[in-house]
């Protein structure tokens, strides 16, 4: 097994699971033990302040709640810029990238700015990434941590994709649906 974590999983266009088309994925740990990320490009309509109301004046643009995946979306994951090496209450992830505790007050934690928040999580049970990573479900890019946080989100998929050396940047205008090529 060859760890996936602060790396994003691209859904390769043959993914017919409706959760993952086109989707983004932020691989927050992965170990013998499986697999959790976030998927980026899934705002959702709802305000992520009406999610968690303490966190609103820090969050990015668009300040959005995300869905972060099909798994116990009632909970809320939040990914946040930091210093470098993470902070108590900012553990770090990518860069100055983390995940924010977000429990904690944001005046206890005044560097942490801005964040983005995600209703849910992607979770894959041991082995089960792995599998559908040889199987060609998922293509694991370098992430940055702009991904993140990035203003336009349903853009990200193929932004991703677009700055990818060789035949795979070409995938950035694969058709949604190849079928009405």
Request: hydrophobic content about 40%; proline content about 9%.
């Amino acid at each position: 097994m060859t760890s996936t974590k602060a790396r994003l999983l691209l859904a390769t266009p043959e993914l017919l699971d409706p959760n993952f088309h086109r989707s983004v994925v932020l691989v927050l740990e992965h170990n013998d033990d499986g697999a959790l990320g976030v998927v980026l490009n899934r705002p959702r309509l709802v305000s992520g302040g009406d999610a968690v109301p303490q966190w609103a004046d820090r969050l990015a643009f668009p300040s959005r709640l995300h869905s972060g995946g099909p798994v116990s979306e009632d909970s809320v994951i939040g990914l946040a810029l930091g210093p470098a090496g993470g902070i108590d209450g900012l553990s770090p992830l990518l860069g100055q990238l983390g995940v924010v505790d977000l429990h904690r007050s944001p005046e206890e934690l005044p560097d942490v700015d801005p964040v983005r928040l995600f209703a849910g999580y992607s979770g894959w049970s041991a082995g089960q990434l792995d599998a559908e990573l040889l199987a060609g479900g998922w293509i694991v890019v370098d992430a940055l941590p702009e991904d993140a946080l990035t203003p336009s989100p349903e853009e990200l998929w193929q932004a991703v994709l677009g700055r990818q050396p060789g035949l795979l940047g070409h995938l950035a205008g694969y058709p949604d649906d190849p079928r009405l090529n």
